[in-house]
């Protein structure tokens, strides 16, 4: 069983990825500071899925995950295609997220090829995950521990930066006039992308299952750790467009880097190169354990082989072991056709994302209309749940006229077809075999 407090630090390695470690800058790059209300959005529609997600998972008797809830509310065939969804969602981002490990580890082992660097990283998570949850929440711990301190410090040396330069203030930059006259049209790629950077967050739904907490204490822990993410989230990036906007750091230069360098020049590459290996083995080994339950749980409902579904020694190894094996085979993927895959990989990813966040609302909204959340005494409204998945709809219309999201609909809507006709077959084969059995 894992503790409240290594069940909090699977939802930051999830979500603190290189991209706010190394300071937000792409949504910077295309609207300016005007990123810093676009990931106030993002962060509400971020809070509004957590809210829906606790009240449908934890609003009763007994702590369920986020596949088992939809399966309630929405039937069989939807939750096993939201565990395909997902599960092809984690091994995209896994698979190609793990790239970033060859060069992070450059300094001490440039001797190594880099795929050998990426796939030695992920197969030590594989095996530490195999002994066990209480392994896997060790190591999780120590690696966020660190990210954490790391971009808290980062984030301190920004202020004082600010603070200290003699060059205008951010009102004095026109930081607050950028929010201002920004076009609304040009807001939305961005607001797109800061949202579904909190894609994986559901493997805290996963988490809180290995727990042996009362379902009200999850609940209140799983918003209390949302709450602090969507800060974190939030002060990186209002830093980063300060900085860039009072000319304390150039805008083509990544501001942690930058920043490790008012502390030592000679290693303020190596430091920050560190601190993105220890990121992106942190954000592999949460998504590493989300794909690893999503197949166990897809195999004690019948939809996979039983041995994907068995524990050995309190671990699903089998599930472990092919959760591996696919993030591997997308890493194989991306490093001989580098383009192509993470074109193929990112399109299955964020269409994968958006169906689960889609089936998390609309379960959310049936369980919310049914009158059971009044007969738990639960604050989920109808209305939060149909406004959150009338965000999703709007992305998932928008992506096609999106040049950065144009390939996500006909890749990742094709995986998904293809996982949905096999969650198709995988029950139609169990209900003959059902009636198989009654007649024999």
């Known amino acids: 069983m894992l503790s409240l407090s290594q069940m909090s630090m699977v939802g930051f390695g999830a979500v603190i990825s290189f ?18 209300p676009v990931y106030i959005a993002a962060i509400a529609v971020f809070l509004l899925l957590m ?63 880099g795929w050998l660097i990426s796939l030695s990283g992920l197969l030590c998570l594989a095996l530490v995950m195999a002994r066990g949850a209480k392994a896997f929440a060790r190591l999780e711990m120590l690696l966020s521990a660190i990210k954490i301190g790391t971009v808290a410090g980062v984030l301190v040396l920004g202020g004082l930066a600010i603070w200290r330069a003699d060059g ?17 049209g040009a807001l939305w790629p961005p607001f797109v992308l800061a949202t579904l950077g909190f894609v994986g967050i559901e493997s805290l739904s996963l988490a809180a299952r290995e727990t042996s907490a009362a379902p009200h204490v999850l609940r209140a822990r799983l918003m209390r750790v ?162 959150g998945l009338s965000i999703v709809v709007l992305i998932v219309v928008s992506l096609p006229f999106m040049d950065i999201f144009a390939p996500a609909l006909g890749w990742g809507g094709a995986a998904l077809l293809v996982a949905g006709i096999g969650v198709t077959a995988s029950d139609l084969r169990r209900r003959r075999h059902k009636r198989a059995l009654r007649c024999g």
């Open 226 to 387: 949302s709450a602090w993410l969507a800060l974190m989230v939030w002060v990186i990036v209002a830093v980063t467009a300060m900085l860039v906007h009072t000319g304390t750091v150039p805008i083509h230069l990544l501001p942690t880097q930058y920043l490790l360098g008012f502390l030592s020049q000679a290693w303020a590459y190596p430091l920050f190169s560190l601190l993105i290996a220890v990121t992106v083995l942190s954000v592999i080994n949460s998504q590493l354990f989300g794909a690893a339950r999503v197949l166990h749980e897809a195999a004690r409902a019948g939809e996979l082989p039983a041995c994907l579904g068995r524990l050995h020694a309190g671990s699903p190894r089998v599930a472990t072991a092919a959760a591996f094996l696919c993030a591997a085979a997308v890493l194989v993927a991306v490093t001989y056709q580098r383009l192509k895959g993470f074109e193929i990989a990112t399109a299955i990813a964020t269409v994968g994302a958006l169906c689960v966040w889609g089936a998390v609302f609309a379960a959310a909204w049936r369980f919310a209309s049914s009158g059971a959340a009044r007969h738990w005494n639960r604050p989920l409204k109808g209305w939060q749940a149909f406004l």
């Open 51 to 113: 809210h829906c997600m606790a009240e449908l998972t934890l609003g009763g008797p007994v702590p369920r995950s986020f596949t088992e809830a939809i399966g309630r509310q929405l039937g069989r065939r939807a939750a096993g295609l939201v565990r395909a969804a997902y599960f092809l969602t984690v091994t995209a981002i896994v698979g190609t997220e793990v790239t970033f490990l060859s060069p992070a580890l450059k300094p001490w082992l440039g001797w190594l090829p």
């Open 19 to 36: 991209g706010l470690v190394s300071g937000g800058i792409f949504p910077l790059s295309l609207v300016g500071s005007a990123a810093v």
């Open 168 to 184: 205008p203030t951010p009102v004095e930059a026109g930081w607050l006039w950028d929010l201002l006259r920004a076009d609304p």
